[in-house]
């Protein structure tokens, strides 16, 4: 049985996982400020209602490393960039939160003093205990790992409830529901599941860990401005995956 903390939040510290194409300008490349400021909006809603926020965001909408890997590029030089785009989207966030008044720290795992924080992991809840948003940059700090795997690992180190897997769509489903209109929305999936269908909700490294410590994660549409609220008061929101048959 899920606990219920203050002002009936079912959740108290998330971990919100985003694409780097939730920042992205058209044609899904590039930094739209105007998206950056979509998300901080929601996102102060959620820290309004009491909720620690931790943050980990992709790089997508900069640089994907498979590109390069598929021209030849060293598969560890391509996910060291990634990370560094992923850090450039941490600060675009940034901006955006603290333009609207959210305090804000950005950690990166690849240390680059001037501009981010060096990720540590009790600063990092201290910083959470204040009230600050924690956007964590630079993935796990090393190649070969997805910021899917950055998100459970880092969701795990701050002792978060949830990993939630913010998309454009409203869960997870048995196929593309842009493209497919008798596409079925799972409700509720186990971890297992999850890897034995091969769904996409996060890659299998990041859902065994979640599995392994028991870290539920929850998929929703982040576009929809009452369904991150609504799915941390507890109400049946998105496609929630744990170990409950």
Sequence with gaps: MTDTFENGLIYKRILLKLSGEALAGEGGTGID??????????????????????????????WRGSSGKHAGMDRATADYMGMLATVMNALALMDALERIGVETRVQSAVEMRSVAEPYIRRRAIRH??????????????NPYFSTDTAAALRAMEIGADVVIKATKVDGVFDKDPVKFADAKKFDHLTYIDTLNLRLEVMDSTAVSLCMENKLPILVLNLWD?????????????????????
Excluded: H, Q
């Design 225 to 245: 401005v009452e369904a991150l609220p609504n799915a941390l008061r507890g109400e049946a929101v998105g496609t929630l995956v744990n170990d409950e048959a």
């Design 128 to 141: 959470l205990e204040k009230n600050r948003v924690v956007i964590f940059g630079g993935g796990t700090g």
């Design 33 to 62: 400020p105007t998206k950056a400021n979509d998300i901080a909006e929601r996102v102060k809603s959620v820290c309004s209602m009491g909720v620690d926020v931790a943050i980990v965001i992709g790089a997508g909408n900069l």
